[in-house]
């Protein structure tokens, strides 16, 4: 497993509410490449299943031109997600890897690519128009995710 | 002045500084009626306020008067022909509309043409029909609504400014494949027959209901799955890009649609049959295009990265999507209140591996693809 710079946050620290902040942080201080992307609504959980019956959740809130982390999910129907990207711990170290060392998704490793066929990544709703979110702000989510194949996106 | 004739008394009355001032005077419309804007700025949801912010069930009136304003009774009559809310509307219309503006790209500036590569000749040659397939198709998605606009009734501007984001769009989206086409040496491939029965049966809609499901929820989900493909099968970064833009603007008019359609039936249960209808006959020249080798090889070609592979491989990647297509095709029907899980018209073969429900004679839908072609 790669690790970007000696004292950043690597793949390894994956999943964690710092890990979540740190991605929000690097969208922070880039706001014009989200700007440009434009608004988004949309309350999405991650969810990292690790053992059959085990899974935890960490939030993403996009609002207008804002992302925030909502933090570790422990009240899903409190958070109210619209949608749920699901997939096995592995999925999603092999996803990050894969941007870590691309400087970005290369052709399989998109999220959407690894969702389409629904393994091994899955996006659920309760509601059809959750998920079809997923799909009006795929760039943003891209965007976001492959910032920690910027060198300088995961230092603290 | 009256009925447009020219009043040179008043001329001359106000080059002296004697002015009429009634549109100040008397004016009816509200006053003192403050829209705040947002976080993102000041939106349509944000000047929805008081009186500017009702929209009638039925339209009062048939002119291009701003809804809320004051309008005289000599305004002419602009003819239009749906002059019902429900006819057009849908409760996420404000928010699509602001998020197409801000969510605009440019098939010039945006797509990195400069990282284009060689691609092997055969990849050349599949991803140039399929962008020349996605380049046929997406106009029509302009053609209709243009089709339909002038006549929705100006009270429900909002329908009409979301309709306007759309045809931009899909202008993008033509344009956006032409040049992938062209710009990696192949230039345009066949054009298809079956595709533009499909594009002429929405055209020819009798009704905007009609060509809305036939379009916005069959089509454009349609092409949203095919979007969904493409970006995975995308032969670089270039593809993987115009992929992922393209699919953002194709889920803001699906769920217009779907939700048009909800809207339109919570109104008016009775209506569900005419969609039914209008949609097997959609189903039917879909299924067509499923077994249409200009659209269907390109697709397989692509997944497996050389035509040896696919031969190999034959329709993998290609009945994924189909799966795709057919469930989330499904989801969006229940979603609008119009549940087709018993009665989608695909070929029983064609619906293996999804929800859909298949009769016991081997078919789900009552007219086989080979009747249509």
Same mark, same amino acid.
């Given at each position: ?69 909502? $933090? ?85 | ?77 602009? $003819? ?131 060509? #809305? ?11 949203? #799955? ?43 249960? #009775? ?87 298949? #009769? ?14």
């Amino acid at each position: 497993m790669s690790t970007l710079q000696a004292d950043a946050l690597s793949v390894d620290d994956f999943p964690s509410e710092a890990w979540f902040a740190r991605i929000v942080a690097d969208a922070k201080d880039r706001p014009e490449v989200y700007r440009s992307l434009g608004v988004a609504s949309f309350r999405l959980v991650i969810e990292i299943t690790e053992a059959p019956g085990h899974a935890r959740r960490f939030g993403l809130v996009l609002d207008g031109y804002d992302i925030d982390s909502a $933090g570790e999910i422990v009240d899903l129907p409190a958070f109210a997600p619209d949608a749920t990207i699901t997939a096995p711990l592995e999925a999603w170290k092999e996803m990050l890897a894969n941007i870590e060392d691309n400087g970005g998704a290369d052709r399989l490793h998109s999220l959407n690519a690894l969702t389409l066929a629904e393994v091994p990544m899955r996006v659920t709703a309760a509601d059809p128009m959750g998920r079809d979110r997923f799909f009006r702000y795929v760039e943003t989510l891209q965007t976001l995710f492959d910032s920690i194949g910027r060198p300088s996106a995961l230092s603290p | 002045m009256v009925n447009g004739s020219v009043d040179l008394d008043y001329y001359e009355r106000a080059k002296g500084g004697k002015f009429d001032l009634d549109w100040m005077r008397s004016v009816r419309s509200e006053w003192g009626i403050r829209a705040k804007p947002s976080k993102t700025g000041l939106t349509l949801r944000d000047i929805a306020v008081s009186s500017y912010g009702m929209v009638p069930d039925h339209a009062p009136r048939r002119t291009m008067a701003p809804r809320g304003c004051d309008v005289r009774d000599d305004v002419p009559d602009m $003819g239009y022909t749906l002059n019902d809310k429900a006819e057009v509307w849908s409760d996420n219309l404000m928010e699509l509309y602001e998020e197409a503006v801000s969510r605009q790209w440019s098939a010039t500036r945006d797509i990195p043409w400069s990282e284009l590569p060689e691609l092997d000749p055969d990849l050349e040659h599949a991803m140039c029909q399929f962008a020349t397939f996605l380049s046929e198709v997406e106009m029509v998605a302009s053609d209709f609504p243009a089709k339909w606009l002038w006549r929705i009734n100006h009270d429900f501007v909002e329908a009409k400014m979301f309709l306007c984001t759309q045809i931009m769009d899909e202008a993008r989206h033509t344009e956006v494949f032409r040049k992938r086409a062209l710009a990696g040496g192949g230039g345009l491939g066949q054009a298809s027959p079956v595709a533009e029965r499909f594009l002429k049966l929405v055209l020819d809609a009798q009704s905007y209901d009609e060509g #809305s499901a036939l379009m916005h929820l069959l089509a454009e989900g349609l092409v949203l #799955s095919v979007f969904r493909a493409g970006e995975l099968l995308a032969p670089s970064p270039v593809e993987k890009r115009i992929f992922r833009l393209c699919m953002q603007d194709e889920a803001r008019h699906v769920a217009y649609g779907t939700m048009h359609l909800r809207y339109r039936l919570e109104e008016d249960p #009775s209506l569900a049959e005419d969609f039914h209808a209008y949609l097997d006959q959609g189903e039917d020249i879909i299924a067509v295009l499923f077994t249409t080798p200009a659209i269907v090889e390109p697709a397989a070609i692509l997944a497996a990265g050389s035509l040896k592979a696919a031969e190999e491989t034959g329709l993998v990647a290609s009945d994924i999507v189909r799966t795709r297509v057919v469930e989330e095709y499904l989801d969006r029907c229940d979603r609008a209140g119009l549940p087709r899980r018993e009665r989608m018209r695909l070929p029983a073969a064609m619906l293996a591996g999804t929800s859909a429900g298949v #009769s016991e004679d081997g078919g789900a839908g009552s007219i086989a693809a080979s009747q249509v072609v």
